[in-house]
């Protein structure tokens, strides 16, 4: 891994917050070589490079695939001229083999035109092997 491919950028990202595909991607697109605008790249070159970096991420145990779920059953209620605050989430893991996870997201991510909002197809947790690795890359940084 170096600082500067996609697979890094979304482990960086993913000490910080679950990590949509449609983040990854995007972040996939920044470690790409040349000078085409993002909404300008070929969408099946981005979904495989997309793909091959969940798949690096999870055959070395770094990240996980899963859903974000609501917290308790109430959503917070706001009053007039106050802001509403989404409710509390947590990373779930799915229930599947890192194998069995990367091909329900190729199934599901079939289109690679599809516009991907977040929270579509699955979100993307670091590992605590992740999180190590991520520390290590950050502290290398720094000297």
């Known amino acids: 891994m170096t600082e500067d491919d996609g697979a890094t ?3 960086l990202r993913g000490t910080y917050d679950a990590v949509s595909l449609a983040e990854l991607r995007f972040l996939v697109s920044l470690a790409e070589q040349g000078d085409v605008p ?6 099946v070159a981005l979904r495989e490079a997309s793909l091959r970096a969940i798949e690096f991420l999870l055959d070395h145990g770094l990240m ?8 308790g059953s109430a959503v917070p ?5 106050q802001r ?11 229930a599947m083999s890192n194998h069995e996870a990367l091909a329900r997201v190729r199934r599901e991510w079939w289109d690679p035109e ?3 909002d977040p929270g579509n197809i699955c979100w993307l947790q ?18």
């Not at 996980?64 to 917290?71: K, M, R, S, T």
């Not at 509390?88 to 799915?94: C, D, I, L, S």
């Not at 670091?126 to 000297?143: L, Q, S």
């Open 84 to 94: 509403t605050r989404p409710p509390p989430v947590r990373f779930e893991p799915w």
């Open 126 to 143: 670091n590992t605590p092997a992740g999180d190590e690795v991520a520390r290590r890359i950050e502290a290398a940084r720094d000297t």
């Open 38 to 43: 993002y909404l300008e790249r070929e969408p």
């Open 64 to 71: 996980q695939l899963g859903d974000l779920e609501v917290v």
């Open 9 to 11: 950028k979304v482990l």
């Open 77 to 81: 209620a706001s009053g007039e001229g």
């Open 114 to 116: 599809k516009d991907l």
